[in-house]
């Protein structure tokens, strides 16, 4: 298969760009930071870059292929409920600087009614980091509680944990009042997933239908993307979903084809604070869009100038990094923190996953940079993608063959 840029660029250069990527990847999976991977590098209207390595599980029994999906994790944050935001900012129904209680109404008497959504997506709002929501559905000998879970699924039990788990339909109102009753912090910057987790509500309550159909029906189909999906069992066989993690602490099995954050399966597996799986490719095209600040094939399906406020800083003056939901590069690069390349330029933008997942785009370079593994697997406590700089590793790797290749299209 000739894949597009081929034609068009001297093979040899591209090739080197290959072998460095390979090795470094192949090193990855012999130094078991991952058993497999996707990656994807989009450049200057072409494809760089894209191919599957390794296997789904140690075992080697089964290939990763460049159509296989993997759990985004956080990815989710930047590809789900935010584009949809930024649409209805577009039209004037969403605000995000009107206080997050307007959007959010149960909030307006706690102490979250002033902040703003400004605030929210940019990690300033001073909102608790996470929180753990199964440990309270379990007892001190370590059985579920009887009220919360099921191990056959009923009109009573109907959300589906895994194969054999089910909870209790009415348990997401107590995960609603948690999060509304949580502690607030100062307003400095605090990265916090729990406003993603109530997202779908929120666009739900503004547009008056199903946010997972509006979200493929006005964002995905329109581009082409047909392999990025909630709840991928009901969509892709099992055989195409690569497995997570074998969890020894709240689910008890191996999390395959479940998505691997216990809050976001506790809602079903729909949050925009991670559900999503797809494949390297079809992330990829998500953030060609955003590298073209909205605009595809002759249509501006977001608005160039919300995409533009979006993924700019929004509180550097704090030292806060954050765009509107996306990530950016440091304000001052420092090699023992950043996981992004150290040439990325400042207007570039993305976001990185629990499960392994990074994904970065750069409009100075035209650049889309998508690496997809299960570094979780087996445990969460593998933590070699990081220790290793795997992620910066091939990042750079990119930049720097641009940087030497001039004449095929380095920086814009």
């Keep these: 298969m000739l894949y597009v840029g081929l034609l068009t660029m001297p093979f040899l250069a591209q090739h080197q760009l290959g072998e460095t990527l390979d090795s470094i990847i192949w090193n990855s999976i012999d130094s078991m930071a991952f058993p497999g991977a996707q990656l994807y590098v989009y450049h200057n209207r072409s494809i760089l870059h894209h191919k599957s390595y390794g296997y789904h599980t140690y075992d080697k029994k089964h290939k990763v292929d460049n159509h ?11 590809s789900s409920g935010l584009p949809l935001l930024m649409k209805l900012a577009d039209k004037g129904k969403f605000d995000i600087d009107l206080p997050a209680s307007t959007y959010i109404p149960d909030w307006v008497k706690s102490n979250k009614a002033a902040i703003t959504f400004r605030e929210i997506l940019a990690h300033q709002a001073g909102l608790k980091p996470y929180i753990v929501f199964y440990e309270k559905t379990i007892k001190d000998n370590g059985k579920y509680k009887r009220k919360t879970f ?26 609603k009042q948690e999060i509304k009753h949580s502690e607030m912090g100062d307003q400095v910057y605090r990265y916090s997933g729990l406003s993603f987790l109530r997202q779908p509500d929120i666009i739900e309550s503004i547009i008056q239908a199903d946010f997972e159909q509006q979200l493929y029906v006005n964002i995905y189909e329109p581009i082409g993307i047909d392999r990025l999906r909630y709840n991928p069992r009901n969509y892709f066989p099992a055989e195409e979903i690569v497995p997570t993690e074998i969890d020894t602490v709240f689910r008890q099995t191996l999390v395959h084809g479940y998505v691997h954050d216990e809050a976001a399966a506790m809602l079903d597996g729909v949050s925009c604070n991670a559900g999503l799986f797809g494949n390297a490719e079809s992330v990829g095209k998500l953030f060609q869009l955003y590298l073209n600040y909205g605009y595809w094939n002759g249509k501006q399906i977001i608005g160039e100038k919300t995409m533009r406020e ?26 023992n923190s950043a996981y992004v390349a150290k040439s990325a330029s400042p207007s570039s933008f993305g976001h990185s996953g629990f499960t392994g997942t990074f994904v970065w785009a750069d409009p100075e370079y035209d650049l889309v940079f998508v690496l997809l593994s299960n570094r979780v697997y087996p445990y969460r406590s593998q933590r070699k993608l990081y220790s290793l700089n795997i992620r910066p590793k091939l990042h750079q790797a990119v930049y720097d063959w641009l940087l030497k290749n001039p004449a095929l299209g380095g920086k814009l």
């Design 150 to 175: 099921k191990h056959k699924q009923s009109k009573r039990f109907p959300v589906a944990i895994t194969d054999d788990l089910f909870m209790h339909k009415k348990y997401v109102n107590r995960m």
């Design 68 to 78: 296989h999906v993997y759990d985004l994790a956080s990815v989710t944050k930047v």
């Design 310 to 335: 979006f993924t700019a800083y929004q509180y550097p003056e704090n030292d806060n990094r954050r765009g509107l939901g996306f990530d950016k590069p440091l304000l001052e690069y420092n090699e």
